[in-house]
């Protein structure tokens, strides 16, 4: 198994435009879950989903954040429009919820640099 | 909600020597108790779990141990080497909140040669 997948693994853009980051999770496994990390405040959970479906998503920002899961193999998370603040790495992991313990494995990451 | 507390955020030691990372939590329907390692620019990894139905678990230089009454549980490096030197994340799972990991600050743990 590859592992989860992100892209793009580096963004740099321009405040106000949109962001969109991708993540596939492995294969079988039924949770998701997008984290952001920063100096400032750690690994900050954003939100997480069970089966596709969003279960908790009490960490999102603001409104301009937004996160979408269509399938079991990928999920999206968007920012629009973008603030230098946002500017963090951003990990997808995935892991198998109901096992009894949701191991989870995290993606390279997505470094985001808003100017 | 969960809470997880860790301490220190940062620690200095010698080769060779041990290291310990304590973390408290606030929700006693936590029963999972994962520790992640992140090297520098890369993503966090799994390097040992313990169950509340364990007290102790070891694998091969690395221990964790669980103290549910007083709800704390410590990761122990013994006879660190320089490429222990990462942050550590503890972690912990109230199953009553849908397998939703807490992660504690983490630990800049740096290993003088």
């Known amino acids: 198994d590859a592992g989860v997948i992100q892209s793009p693994r580096h963004e740099v853009t321009e405040m106000g435009q949109e962001v969109t980051l991708r993540c596939k999770p492995i294969?079988?496994?039924?949770?998701l879950f997008w984290y952001r990390q920063t100096m400032m405040r750690g690994l900050e959970l954003l939100i997480y989903?069970?089966?596709?479906?969003?279960?908790?998503d009490s960490g999102m920002p603001e409104d301009r954040f937004s996160a979408k899961m269509p399938n079991a193999s990928f999920s999206t998370l968007k920012i629009q429009p973008s603030e230098p603040r946002d500017s963090a790495v951003y990990f997808c992991?995935?892991?198998?919820?109901?096992?009894?313990?949701?191991?989870?494995?995290f993606g390279a990451g997505s470094r985001l640099t808003v100017l | 909600g969960e809470n997880v507390e860790q301490h220190p955020s940062t620690l200095s030691v010698q080769e060779g020597d041990s290291a310990v990372i304590k973390c408290t939590y606030s929700?006693?329907?936590?029963?999972?108790f994962p520790w992640y390692k992140q090297e520098l620019g890369k993503r966090p990894q799994l390097i040992i779990d313990?169950?509340?139905?364990?007290g102790e678990k070891k694998d091969q230089r690395i221990a964790v141990t669980l103290n549910k009454t007083a709800k704390h549980f410590s990761l122990h490096i013994t006879e660190t080497q320089p490429e222990d030197s990462a942050v550590y994340f503890c972690?912990?799972?109230?199953?009553?909140?849908?397998?939703?990991?807490?992660f504690g600050t983490g630990t800049r743990l740096a290993v003088r040669p």
């Open positions: 313990i169950r509340s139905n364990v």
């Open positions: 294969s079988g496994h039924n949770s």
């Open positions: 992991a995935s892991g198998h919820q109901g096992s009894g313990a949701n191991v989870l494995t």
């Open positions: 972690a912990a799972d109230p199953q009553s909140s849908g397998d939703k990991l807490t």
């Open positions: 929700d006693s329907a936590s029963n999972y």
């Open positions: 989903f069970n089966n596709n479906v969003p279960i908790d």
